[in-house]
């Protein structure tokens, strides 16, 4: 707590935060008295949780972090202005920030009579490292990066971004509200390394909730506890904390619209570039173009007598006649190309179909999920398509060996599983295994046209043998024996609990066998002899278009 102290203003480290009766108790409590609510039932007659725990532990799951590094404001406007109040003293302090960026940066700085300094990015909006640090001043006690940046769109270099981290000796914050369209990492990995590093991003974009205002800050869990002292004890309503985690439960559709909408955003690049009255269409890792024009204004006015409002940029440093365009859905990325198509003076062809408004349909593709009291569990998979797997079920070798499945098998696999891990990994393990096979039963569908049979034979990394016949039929065998009881963070008998439920699920024959001296080496053969078992089975049968089966069913 020492180092992230020395950086608090003097006011805040002596601050004796609000706090509420319901912090305190450790039982669960069913008669509240404390708060001087009104008793009766209303649905929102109750103060929302001040901390919100049930939220956190679901983003924390999307995120791929831990619920206690989480900090939730209201929108990410909050967290940016409580940096200001934490780390900056009025009139006294300065922040350090890029241009052209978001411009909040400097509202909440001028609101908080901090100076601002502007370090302006290199040509195509590159982020050079020793260039902004040699900006910082003696006052100079945040620094603060968008990447990708609004209004440009490009994601700057995690090189660059690390460099200005490891050596500024106050504050960085890495504002990533765009980053889930970028397809990289997020620094929000380095938080418990890099103690100074404070990570923005927010539900306001890819998942859809820009109305309830919620934002993110990812840091170590001394900085979120600074945080969550200084911000309103209330400061997310019930409504909107049970309406984001409604939504949140479907979390792999957002894939899917992330998916629709990056491919949109190449088609409109595609689009623009051949017309004459844009100059630039600048490369975009977020779901927006920054687009210069000839002549910005008489586009911008074009497009307004056609209904369609996009963001003049223009005043902004390095962003003359340049107008920030949002991808839409198809329909709306049309209507936009319409009007600029004419303003052209060239032919424009709507498309008739070419993209829905909600990504891909059809094929041997399934999204399934799974509420119980004890998970929450979301699974999309496609057989016949590859994509880089995201999977998270906050079992982290657990995550490892699902990995293994999508690689192996070479098909598309997403998998959230929100379980309370505090109390046993049990359920969690199993009700993904069921989920699993949910998901493969529906996209296989009548199992016509599959070889159905799928073995894989010893490999090198360990003796693992796996015999799947997707008949119809359930026969588990596990010839398998750990030397520990542990493997990874997860217990090694639950992986024969596991394949048991899947194959149970499943309705098919799974044999499974292996051995070796080691456990990590052991469980990650059978996981993958077992996908790639599972890549001859489902693969389609050229020869045999029908149910493969002599009974002519399964
Ligand atoms: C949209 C945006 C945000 C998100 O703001 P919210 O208050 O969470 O809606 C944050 N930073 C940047 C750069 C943005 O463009």
Same mark, same amino acid.
């Given at each position: 707590?020492?180092?992230?102290?020395?950086?608090?203003?003097?006011?805040? @480290?002596?601050?004796?935060?609000y706090?509420?009766?319901?912090?305190?108790?450790?039982?669960?409590?069913?008669?509240?008295?404390?708060?001087?609510?009104?008793p009766?039932?209303?649905?929102?007659?109750r103060?929302p949780?001040?901390?919100?725990?049930?939220?956190?532990?679901?983003?924390?799951?999307?995120? @791929?972090?831990?619920?206690?590094?989480?900090?939730?404001?209201?929108?990410?406007?909050?967290?940016?202005?409580?940096?200001?109040r934490?780390?900056?003293e009025?009139?006294?302090?300065?922040?350090?920030?890029?241009?052209?960026?978001?411009?909040?940066?400097?509202?909440?700085?001028?609101?908080?009579?901090?100076?601002?300094?502007?370090?302006?990015?290199?040509?195509?909006?590159?982020?050079?490292?020793?260039?902004?640090?040699?900006?910082?001043?003696?006052?100079?006690?945040?620094?603060?990066?968008?990447?990708?940046?609004?209004?440009?769109?490009?994601?700057?270099?995690?090189?660059?971004i690390?460099?200005?981290?490891?050596?500024?000796?106050?504050?960085?914050v890495?504002?990533?509200?765009?980053?889930?369209?970028?397809?990289?990492?997020?620094?929000?990995?380095?938080?418990n390394? @890099?103690?100074?590093?404070?990570?923005?991003?927010?539900?306001?974009?890819?998942?859809?909730?820009?109305?309830?205002?919620?934002?993110?800050?990812?840091?170590? #869990?001394?900085?979120?506890?600074?945080?969550?002292?200084?911000?309103?004890?209330?400061?997310?309503?019930?409504i909107?904390?049970?309406?984001?985690?409604?939504?949140?439960k479907?979390?792999?559709?957002?894939?899917?619209?992330?998916?629709?909408?990056?491919?949109?955003?190449?088609?409109?690049?595609?689009m623009?570039?051949?017309?004459?009255?844009?100059k630039?269409?600048?490369?975009?890792?977020?779901?927006?173009?920054?687009?210069?024009?000839?002549?910005?204004?008489?586009?911008?006015?074009?497009?307004?007598?056609?209904?369609v409002?996009?963001?003049?940029?223009s005043s902004?440093?390095?962003?003359?006649?340049s107008?920030?365009?949002t991808?839409?859905?198809?329909?709306?990325?049309?209507?936009?190309?319409?009007?600029?198509?004419?303003?052209?003076?060239?032919?424009?062809?709507? #498309?008739?179909?070419?993209?829905?408004?909600?990504?891909?349909?059809?094929?041997?593709?399934?999204?399934?999920?799974?509420?119980?009291?004890?998970?929450?569990?979301?699974?999309?998979?496609?057989?016949?398509?590859?994509?880089?797997?995201?999977?998270?079920?906050?079992?982290?070798?657990?995550d490892?060996?699902?990995?293994?499945?999508?690689?192996?098998?070479n098909?598309?696999l997403?998998?959230?599983?929100v379980?309370?891990?505090?109390?046993d990994?049990?359920?969690?393990?199993?009700?993904?295994?069921i989920?699993?096979?949910?998901?493969?039963?529906?996209?296989?569908?009548?199992?016509?046209?599959i070889?159905?049979?799928?073995?894989?034979?010893?490999?090198?990394?360990?003796?693992?043998?796996v015999?799947?016949?997707?008949?119809?039929?359930? +026969?588990?065998?596990?010839?398998?024996?750990?030397?520990?009881?542990?493997i990874?963070?997860?217990?090694?008998?639950?992986?024969?609990?596991?394949?048991?439920?899947?194959?149970?699920?499943?309705?098919?024959?799974?044999?499974?066998?292996? +051995?070796g001296?080691?456990?990590?080496?052991?469980?990650?053969?059978?996981?993958?002899?077992?996908?790639?078992?599972?890549?001859?089975?489902?693969?389609?049968?050229?020869?045999?278009?029908?149910?493969?089966?002599? @009974?002519?069913?399964?």
């Amino acid at each position: 707590m020492e180092d992230i102290l020395k950086y608090v203003r003097e006011n805040i @480290k002596r601050l004796i935060p609000y706090s509420t009766a319901r912090d305190d108790c450790k039982i669960k409590m069913d008669v509240y008295l404390d708060a001087n609510e009104n008793p009766y039932n209303n649905g929102v007659n109750r103060y929302p949780s001040p901390f919100q725990e049930e939220l956190k532990e679901r983003i924390a799951i999307l995120k @791929k972090t831990g619920s206690e590094n989480i900090f939730l404001g209201n929108g990410s406007d909050e967290a940016i202005d409580l940096i200001y109040r934490i780390f900056c003293e009025p009139n006294k302090s300065s922040a350090l920030i890029i241009s052209p960026s978001y411009g909040m940066y400097s509202v909440a700085a001028e609101i908080n009579a901090v100076e601002i300094i502007k370090y302006r990015l290199e040509e195509n909006f590159g982020l050079d490292a020793r260039k902004m640090l040699s900006l910082v001043r003696e006052d100079t006690k945040v620094i603060f990066i968008c990447s990708p940046n609004n209004p440009s769109g490009n994601l700057l270099s995690q090189k660059e971004i690390e460099y200005v981290i490891d050596n500024f000796d106050g504050i960085v914050v890495v504002d990533e509200a765009y980053i889930d369209f970028a397809g990289s990492s997020s620094f929000s990995r380095l938080v418990n390394e @890099k103690r100074n590093l404070v990570v923005l991003q927010t539900l306001s974009k890819l998942y859809a909730m820009a109305g309830l205002r919620v934002g993110i800050a990812i840091a170590n #869990r001394d900085i979120v506890k600074i945080m969550n002292n200084v911000k309103y004890p209330y400061n997310i309503s019930c409504i909107n904390q049970q309406t984001a985690l409604s939504l949140l439960k479907e979390p792999l559709k957002i894939r899917e619209q992330c998916e629709a909408i990056i491919e949109e955003r190449g088609y409109l690049e595609k689009m623009l570039q051949p017309l004459s009255i844009v100059k630039k269409v600048y490369k975009s890792d977020a779901n927006f173009l920054l687009v210069k024009f000839a002549d910005k204004d008489i586009a911008f006015k074009t497009l307004g007598n056609g209904g369609v409002i996009v963001r003049d940029r223009s005043s902004l440093e390095m962003c003359d006649n340049s107008l920030r365009i949002t991808v839409g859905t198809p329909k709306e990325n049309d209507r936009l190309l319409g009007i600029l198509y004419a303003l052209d003076n060239k032919e424009f062809h709507a #498309r008739e179909k070419g993209g829905t408004d909600s990504g891909r349909s059809n094929g041997r593709r399934a999204i399934v999920s799974r509420e119980t009291n004890e998970t929450s569990i979301q699974i999309a998979l496609d057989l016949d398509r590859f994509y880089t797997p995201f999977i998270s079920t906050g079992l982290n070798f657990f995550d490892h060996m699902l990995e293994q499945i999508a690689y192996h098998a070479n098909i598309g696999l997403n998998i959230v599983a929100v379980g309370d891990l505090k109390r046993d990994d049990h359920h969690t393990i199993e009700d993904v295994a069921i989920t699993l096979a949910q998901a493969f039963d529906r996209a296989l569908g009548a199992r016509k046209g599959i070889e159905r049979y799928g073995f894989s034979l010893p490999m090198d990394e360990a003796e693992a043998t796996v015999l799947i016949d997707l008949g119809g039929r359930i +026969d588990f065998k596990w010839e398998v024996e750990f030397k520990g009881n542990m493997i990874g963070d997860v217990n090694a008998q639950m992986f024969n609990h596991f394949f048991k439920s899947f194959s149970q699920n499943l309705k098919c024959n799974l044999h499974i066998k292996a +051995d070796g001296e080691n456990d990590h080496h052991i469980i990650e053969g059978v996981f993958k002899a077992f996908a790639r078992a599972m890549k001859c089975a489902v693969r389609e049968d050229r020869q045999n278009a029908g149910i493969p089966s002599s @009974k002519g069913k399964l």
